[in-house]
């Protein structure tokens, strides 16, 4: 049986004993999966606003991915009036805007993400920030059971600090993020450590509320694992026995053999059907792509939640346009010009690039020189940065966090060695998260192995990689999102091109999931700790340079399979992909240089895959 989706405006009566409590109230909600648990958060800010108890001003929402922030926007935007203007913030971003203001200083753009917090809940302790706190009267806080380590002591910090009403929302059964704390003694301990926090501190004030009402299951074939959710939320010590139960019930779904063959072809491109892979590590993720490309099969590769792509228009329109301003209608006139994805709204891309300068509403003009500094600190609003939508898409259960499709097919992650009851509970919801992003139908099939030895982490370099039977053996290594240099314009490093001749080509022929080449330039290494350059040849043509990021890791990686001695360098490295174009912010002297305008910006490839190495010879490139 079908179940029919609920309209914005009803509300079950769960739903509404959450969205009805006063602005002072400070409540604990437990939602599980396709609880309908934004649709109630939205409801409450809306009322909140709507019924006078509460400006937009004075809210404040913080979750953990861009992709939850775009949803509560949307949704804010779609349903509220006044509410639509809520502040929503990832707890990194709203850390970083918080540094920025009360210690401006310092550049808190180049500091690492737990850094940022740790000094962020210190700011709050001391006193730092109240004034830019002083207007809070509600903070909402998206899926409390991640809440780990430095993230959790600076939300402990602020609602300790600031009295104000709070409304903390998720789902102990979908606890996943635990790994973020490596010992595992310290791991355990901070399981449902954050709740119990909010017991002792505010004790009798707390509300505790529960939405246990399903939502996103459509067909019975979807909802074999919300069964597990109370008794994973219990935290009864029997994660073994829970872990094997899941694994037993993802068995009893459909099994598919491949991906590739005529019946899941049928499945996978089903219109109007989206469909997501998921696997237990991004490892595995790859291959799957892998396995997917070779077929000819679209898909996208789920990205990190902090990984950040400013799209190719931005960029195309900061190359061109001379001024420091463009105003709407010349906006409006180089619409024709740029490269936009088939769903982006021109009209919603104006709105998002004032908002990503500040300009204010109903402006008829954005100040691109802010519009950069916003984009070197990796600031612009969410929906400018989203990943396209595909009906098909690879991801890691982390990754998919959040996430729904029609139909789930897990690559079945096996019972692994044996382990702690504690590592096999957090196994056990990992495969829960993976089961319940479900609407329609689940499926599985078997986990991608590599047949000439074996796909792991590299301890050094941190990416996974190819290694052959015999642990010296180098095969591949993961290509990631920072190894093409944006430091100054392709064409102008390592190779020479017409830089703007290149940006149009870059714009215009080379796609997503296009695959690409990296060839060795010349045999001398960059330095004592790099490898030589790599060039990125999209057929044949040289369209980009390697970074220092990439030749520091693939001699990390190399020189630990060469006991000491010299690494043999791979010719090529095959079997990479286009993730994306984008637009990246370099010296606004180079970007004059090249021709191509005064802002500093232009555009290069974004890569992606479990490349392979490719041995012997020389480099074939000549002179370029």
Same mark, same amino acid.
Request: hydrophobic share 40%.
């Given at each position: 049986?079908?179940?029919? /989706?609920?309209?914005?405006?009803?509300?079950?009566?769960?739903?509404?004993?959450?969205?009805?409590?006063?602005?002072?109230?400070?409540?604990?909600?437990?939602?599980?999966?396709?609880?309908?648990?934004?649709?109630?958060?939205?409801?409450?800010?809306?009322?909140?606003?709507?019924?006078?108890?509460? %400006?937009?001003?004075?809210?404040?929402?913080?979750?953990?991915?861009?992709?939850?922030?775009?949803?509560?926007?949307?949704?804010?935007?779609?349903?509220?009036?006044?509410?639509?203007?809520?502040?929503?913030? %990832?707890?990194?971003?709203?850390?970083?805007?918080?540094?920025?203001?009360?210690?401006?200083?310092?550049?808190?753009?180049?500091?690492?993400?737990?850094?940022?917090?740790?000094?962020?809940?210190?700011?709050?302790?001391?006193?730092?920030?109240?004034?830019?706190?002083?207007?809070?009267?509600?903070?909402?806080?998206?899926?409390?059971?991640?809440?780990?380590?430095?993230?959790?002591?600076?939300?402990?910090?602020?609602?300790?600090?600031?009295?104000?009403?709070?409304?903390?929302?998720?789902?102990?059964?979908?606890?996943?993020?635990?790994?973020?704390?490596?010992?595992?003694?310290?791991?355990?301990?901070?399981?449902?450590?954050?709740?119990?926090?909010?017991?002792?501190?505010?004790?009798?004030?707390?509300?505790?509320?529960?939405?246990?009402?399903?939502?996103?299951?459509?067909?019975?074939?979807?909802?074999?694992?919300?069964?597990?959710?109370?008794?994973?939320?219990?935290?009864?010590?029997?994660?073994?026995?829970?872990?094997?139960?899941?694994?037993?019930?993802?068995?009893?779904?459909?099994?598919?053999?491949?991906?590739?063959?005529?019946?899941?072809?049928?499945?996978?491109?089903?219109?109007? #059907?989206?469909?997501?892979?998921?696997?237990?590590?991004?490892?595995?993720?790859?291959?799957?792509?892998?396995?997917?490309?070779?077929?000819?099969?679209?898909?996208?590769?789920?990205?990190?939640?902090?990984?950040?792509?400013?799209?190719?228009?931005?960029?195309?329109?900061?190359?061109?346009?001379?001024?420091?301003?463009?105003?709407?209608?010349?906006?409006?006139?180089?619409?024709?010009?740029?490269?936009?994805?088939?769903?982006?709204?021109?009209?919603?891309?104006?709105?998002?690039? #004032?908002?990503?300068?500040?300009?204010?509403?109903?402006?008829?003009?954005?100040?691109?020189?802010?519009?950069?500094?916003?984009?070197?600190?990796?600031?612009?609003?969410? /929906?400018?940065?989203?990943?396209?939508?595909?009906?098909? #898409?690879?991801?890691?259960?982390?990754?998919?966090?959040?996430?729904?499709?029609?139909?789930?097919?897990?690559?079945?992650?096996?019972?692994?060695?044996?382990?702690?009851?504690?590592?096999?509970?957090?196994?056990?919801?990992?495969?829960?998260?993976?089961?319940?992003?479900?609407?329609?139908?689940?499926?599985?099939?078997?986990?991608?192995?590599?047949?000439?030895?074996?796909?792991?982490?590299?301890?050094?370099?941190?990416?996974?990689?190819?290694?052959?039977?015999?642990?010296?053996?180098?095969?591949?290594?993961?290509?990631?999102?920072?190894?093409?240099?944006?430091?100054?314009?392709?064409?102008?490093?390592?190779?020479?091109?017409?830089?703007?001749?290149?940006?149009?080509?870059?714009?215009?022929?080379?796609?997503?999931?296009?695959?690409?080449?990296?060839?060795?330039?010349?045999?001398?290494?960059?330095?004592?700790?790099?490898?030589?350059?790599?060039?990125?040849?999209?057929?044949?043509?040289?369209?980009?340079?390697?970074?220092?990021?990439?030749?520091?890791?693939?001699?990390?990686?190399?020189?630990?399979?060469?006991?000491?001695?010299?690494? %043999?360098?791979?010719?090529?490295?095959?079997?990479?992909? #286009?993730?994306?174009?984008?637009?990246?912010?370099?010296?606004?002297?180079?970007?004059?240089?090249?021709?191509?305008?005064?802002?500093?910006?232009?555009?290069?490839?974004?890569?992606?895959?479990?490349?392979?190495?490719?041995?012997?010879?020389?480099?074939?490139?000549?002179?370029?």
């Amino acid at each position: 049986m079908r179940v029919a /989706e609920k309209p914005f405006g009803l509300l079950t009566t769960e739903q509404r004993a959450v969205v009805d409590l006063p602005v002072e109230t400070r409540a604990l909600v437990t939602a599980g999966p396709g609880a309908g648990k934004t649709h109630t958060l939205v409801r409450r800010l809306e009322m909140l606003v709507d019924d006078g108890e509460a %400006t937009a001003g004075d809210l404040l929402v913080l979750t953990f991915s861009r992709a939850a922030v775009r949803e509560l926007r949307a949704r804010l935007a779609r349903h509220g009036q006044a509410a639509r203007y809520v502040r929503v913030h %990832t707890f990194d971003a709203w850390a970083l805007e918080l540094l920025t203001t009360v210690r401006g200083e310092v550049d808190w753009r180049i500091q690492p993400f737990d850094a940022r917090i740790r000094a962020a809940a210190a700011a709050i302790q001391i006193g730092e920030a109240d004034d830019f706190c002083e207007e809070l009267g509600h903070v909402a806080i998206d899926e409390f059971q991640d809440l780990v380590g430095e993230r959790r002591v600076m939300v402990e910090s602020l609602l300790d600090r600031f009295d104000c009403g709070f409304t903390v929302v998720g789902d102990p059964a979908q606890a996943i993020y635990g790994f973020q704390i490596r010992n595992l003694v310290e791991r355990a301990a901070e399981n449902g450590r954050f709740a119990a926090w909010l017991r002792e501190i505010f004790a009798d004030e707390l509300v505790e509320l529960a939405l246990t009402e399903n939502f996103r299951v459509r067909y019975p074939e979807a909802e074999g694992a919300l069964s597990f959710g109370t008794r994973l939320r219990s935290n009864g010590g029997d994660g073994k026995m829970l872990r094997r139960g899941l694994h037993s019930m993802l068995r009893g779904t459909m099994p598919l053999e491949s991906l590739s063959g005529q019946f899941e072809r049928a499945m996978l491109s089903a219109e109007g #059907v989206t469909t997501a892979v998921l696997c237990r590590t991004n490892g595995h993720a790859l291959l799957v792509s892998e396995e997917l490309h070779d077929a000819g099969i679209r898909h996208r590769l789920q990205r990190s939640a902090v990984d950040q792509v400013v799209p190719a228009w931005i960029g195309r329109l900061m190359s061109t346009v001379r001024s420091t301003t463009i105003t709407r209608a010349e906006f409006d006139r180089r619409l024709p010009e740029l490269p936009f994805g088939s769903d982006d709204d021109p009209e919603l891309l104006w709105d998002w690039l #004032v908002r990503a300068t500040a300009a204010g509403r109903g402006t008829r003009a954005v100040d691109l020189s802010i519009l950069r500094v916003r984009m070197a600190g990796g600031m612009l609003p969410d /929906e400018l940065v989203e990943q396209p939508s595909t009906n098909l #898409v690879v991801s890691s259960y982390h990754r998919a966090k959040g996430l729904e499709f029609d139909r789930v097919i897990v690559a079945d992650p096996g019972m692994g060695r044996e382990e702690s009851d504690a590592e096999s509970a957090d196994e056990a919801r990992m495969l829960f998260v993976a089961l319940t992003r479900a609407r329609d139908d689940v499926a599985w099939i078997e986990t991608p192995a590599y047949p000439n030895g074996r796909v792991c982490k590299d301890t050094v370099s941190t990416r996974w990689v190819k290694v052959g039977w015999d642990r010296r053996q180098r095969h591949g290594m993961e290509i990631r999102g920072d190894d093409v240099s944006g430091d100054d314009p392709p064409g102008t490093v390592d190779f020479t091109a017409d830089c703007p001749d290149l940006q149009v080509y870059l714009m215009n022929k080379v796609r997503p999931g296009d695959e690409v080449v990296l060839e060795r330039l010349h045999d001398l290494p960059l330095g004592d700790k790099e490898s030589p350059p790599y060039l990125v040849l999209h057929h044949g043509r040289a369209i980009a340079t390697t970074s220092r990021r990439f030749r520091l890791d693939i001699r990390r990686f190399l020189q630990t399979g060469a006991y000491g001695g010299e690494p %043999t360098w791979p010719r090529r490295l095959e079997r990479v992909r #286009v993730d994306a174009i984008e637009a990246v912010c370099g010296s606004e002297a180079t970007g004059v240089e090249a021709g191509l305008g005064p802002h500093g910006v232009w555009l290069v490839p974004k890569l992606v895959g479990l490349s392979s190495f490719v041995y012997g010879g020389h480099s074939s490139l000549g002179d370029l």
